[in-house]
């Protein structure tokens, strides 16, 4: 499994871009970047993934560089709502039909937007 | 109405009681989770389930069992509580394409004296 690596904390000013980086120089060819959050004490909330191009949804985008080692999850307009802990998951995903392989939620960035 | 539900929310209850922890979706997927998350640590999976007859443990699973009711529900039991069982629980759901694009319900708070 790919390992990540993510900041610990990061703090960005409401209104603002946050721009939230993760490594992971060790991801294999069929591995996806999946992004997740948890806002404190609530369930972990599902952002949004991508294998190589560049992603976008109504919550965030992810920019994923060209030789996959790194990653760029973008809250273009942060709010206070999106103070949270933000988690960078590599893992084989869409289509793969080869078994399951947990879940890792690491230590991943405490977000703190300020007003 | 959220999409996975689960009762209850908070419970109290001492050591040596069964308790069950349901979970319920309105998402029509397949595949069903059970987490624990404790102070300052990450989650764990308890078990997961990806169809009604496919029930699997996990990381943890000692001290807990599971029943899979129905497409649409998903229950956790612990036969006989103890205090180190007090945790935060999650239940998740995911389609049969991705299993890591996955659903969290709000959790139960769990404390076991």
């Known amino acids: 499994d790919a390992k990540t690596t993510q900041p610990t904390s990061m703090d960005c000013a409401e209104g603002r871009a946050a721009n939230l980086p993760c490594n992971h120089s060790?991801?294999?060819?069929?591995?996806?970047v999946y992004w997740y959050r948890q806002i404190h004490s609530q369930g972990p909330q599902y952002i949004i993934h991508?294998?190589?191009n560049n992603e976008t949804n109504e919550m965030a985008s992810l920019i994923i560089t060209e030789d996959r080692k790194s990653s760029t999850l973008i809250l273009p307009h942060a709010t206070l709502r999106d103070t949270a802990v933000y988690y960078c998951?590599?893992?084989?995903?869409?289509?793969?039909?080869?078994?399951?392989?947990?879940?890792?939620f690491g230590a991943g960035t405490r977000l703190a937007v300020h007003p | 109405d959220a999409d996975v539900t689960q009762t209850p929310r908070n419970r109290i209850t001492k050591t040596g009681k069964r308790i069950m922890l349901e979970c319920s979706q309105t998402?029509?997927?397949?595949?069903m989770y059970w987490y624990r998350q404790d102070p300052g640590l990450g989650l764990r999976l308890i078990y997961y389930?990806?169809?009604?007859?496919?029930?699997n443990k996990g990381e943890i699973s000692d001290g807990y069992s599971v029943s899979r009711q129905a497409q649409a529900k998903f229950s956790l039991s612990l036969e006989s509580a103890i205090p180190n069982q007090t945790a935060l629980y999650f239940c998740?759901?995911?389609?049969?394409?991705?299993?890591?694009?996955?659903?969290f319900g709000p959790g139960t708070r769990l404390t076991v004296t």
């Open positions: 998740a759901t995911s389609g049969q394409l991705d299993p890591y694009e996955q659903y």
């Open positions: 060790t991801i294999s060819g069929n591995e996806y």
């Open positions: 991508g294998l190589k």
């Open positions: 998951i590599v893992r084989v995903g869409s289509g793969f039909s080869g078994g399951y392989n947990k879940l890792i």
């Open positions: 998402k029509g997927h397949d595949r």
């Open positions: 389930s990806f169809d009604v007859k496919d029930i």
